[in-house]
């Protein structure tokens, strides 16, 4: 189980991205990085960073550490911001807390690269997740303490928003020619993918959706009548998907590399 900490005061927005993610102080002395449920793009998204966020740690990658977040809405009373106000209000229950990385930066490739072995590492891990958002233009990387560090998944894992879709999603290509660390990664993605491939088991993404808590993966009627019909069985489609995804590598990995 991620931990799980009470919220006790919001102290600010973050306006870069569109979902107004905010920073809040937690009964356990922590400050989180905390993405709302109540956010225009659901739960689906905190699913997507808990899977892809741990999956991303077990192979080895920093990614802040991870927390459930219990929001009371009457900590939003006070607010002045009427759209912070309304996204507090539509939060109340868990949400998800990234331990909060102080003096870190953004990633800025003119100023500051990874080594080629972790730029592929990631790479890898984002086309095997269908991570569409580590673009130039929204890296979703922070450097701190002179260490890469992974944020911000909520894009990855796009096939859950239309399950009908997912089987087919399993041997899409990923289109790499945007990637931030695709340059950086050129010529050592083979390695990488002889490096993590077989770390990934069924008992490790067994593990990983484990942590996912049940009211994030309440079934909608399209999923019910595809017989995803509780969180255990959306828990066991998820693992069988990125099994089928991994397995299929042959369709992808190659346009990757190429790229």
Known sequence: MLPLVQAIRYVTPLREGGSLPGIIEADDLGTYVVKFRGAGQGPKVLVAEVVVGELARRLGLRVPDLAVVEIDPVIG??????EVQ????ASGGLNLGLDFLPGSVGFDPVAWLPDPDTAARVLWLDAFTSNVDRSWRNPNLLVWHGKLWLI???AAL???HAWSAAKAAASRPYDASDHVLAPTAAGHLGDADKALAPRVTRELLEDVTALVPDEWLAPNESEAALGLDSPDALRAAYVDHLLDRLAHRDAWLPGVDAA
Do not use: I, Q
Not at 77 to 82: K, L, N, T
């Open 86 to 89: 309304d996204l507090l209000h």
């Open 77 to 82: 009373r006070s607010e002045p911001d009427e």
């Open 158 to 160: 796009w096939f859950h």
């Open 152 to 154: 911000d998944h909520g």
